[in-house]
């Protein structure tokens, strides 16, 4: 509790100039539990947003008619979900087409 307590009052001063950022990386050797505390702090989430996001766009691509898709495809249409371009953006013709000529597709495209 005493050294937690000297390093509190080695800190107080650097809070009124330096960042937490500074805090996490800088101070590690001389106040090793408030350079941890900052480090956590600089990685949990403000709000839920992104998770409640993140939850919404699974329930948009894994519906019950698409329940057997592997980790790899599910997380590749969760990225290009999240953060792909909105789909009136996005050029369906030019995908197809890529797409039909990467495989060499015997599929016939009318675009």
Avoid: Y
């Avoid at 919404?56 to 953060?83: D, F, G, P, Y």
């Avoid at 909105?86 to 016939?108: C, G, L, Q, S, Y």
Wanted: proline share 5%; charged share 25%; with cysteine.
């Amino acid at each position: 509790m005493k050294r937690m307590h000297k390093e509190w009052k080695t800190v107080i001063p650097a809070l009124h100039h330096s960042t937490m950022k500074m805090i996490a990386t800088d101070m590690t050797q001389t106040c090793p539990n408030l350079s941890k505390l900052a480090q956590i702090a600089l990685v949990i989430p403000i709000s839920t947003a992104d998770c409640e996001g993140g939850f919404n766009a699974l329930a948009r691509v894994k519906t019950q008619l698409r329940n057997r898709l592997s980790q790899k495809v599910l997380n590749a249409l969760l990225l290009v979900s999240i953060e792909g371009p909105a789909p009136d953006k996005f050029n369906f013709k030019k995908a197809a087409t890529v797409w039909n000529e990467i495989r060499n597709k015997k599929v016939t495209l009318d675009l």
